[in-house]
């Protein structure tokens, strides 16, 4: 068994994908128009679907807004250096809710930035 994706909802559908492209890097692997369901699903990552696990994008059309809520977290990405992957998506107009530096009562370095749908994606560097 193997983790195949997480999905969350998004209101801009290309707004996202370009978020999760030009900020973080990942990949468009596939998308799909289902007109008769009235909603898009875009598969991004970091490699193939049958070996990494991917984000579903889902954005249903006639809903332009959705409410994170109080039980989601966080996505969490590794990274090389999360001072510099701060640094990089900030000059892409990626919004920094907690800069790089050592977490909370630790020592790993971590980061937070936010997507253009309010969720939160934790930076963290690369584990030993």
């Known amino acids: 068994m193997r983790i195949l994706h997480t999905m969350i909802r998004v209101g801009n559908l290309q707004q ?3 978020f999760y492209q030009s900020v973080l890097g990942m ?4 998308q799909k128009d289902y007109p008769e369901g009235k909603f898009t699903l875009a598969f991004l990552g970091y490699g193939e679907e049958s070996t990494q696990t991917v984000m579903e994008l889902t954005h249903n059309w006639d809903t332009d807004h959705y409410d994170v809520g109080a039980g989601f977290g966080h996505i969490a990405i590794e990274v090389d250096d ?3 992957a701060c640094q990089q998506a900030e000059k ?3 919004k920094i809710i ?3 530096g050592p977490m909370n009562a630790g020592l790993t370095i971590c980061a937070f930035i936010e997507d253009p749908d309010g969720y939160q994606i934790e930076l963290l ?4």
């Open 98 to 100: 907690r800069p790089a």
């Open 27 to 30: 990949s468009l692997l596939r």
């Open 82 to 84: 999360v001072y510099q």
């Open 16 to 18: 996202s994908i370009n």
């Open 125 to 128: 560097g690369a584990r030993d």
């Open 92 to 94: 892409k107009g990626a």
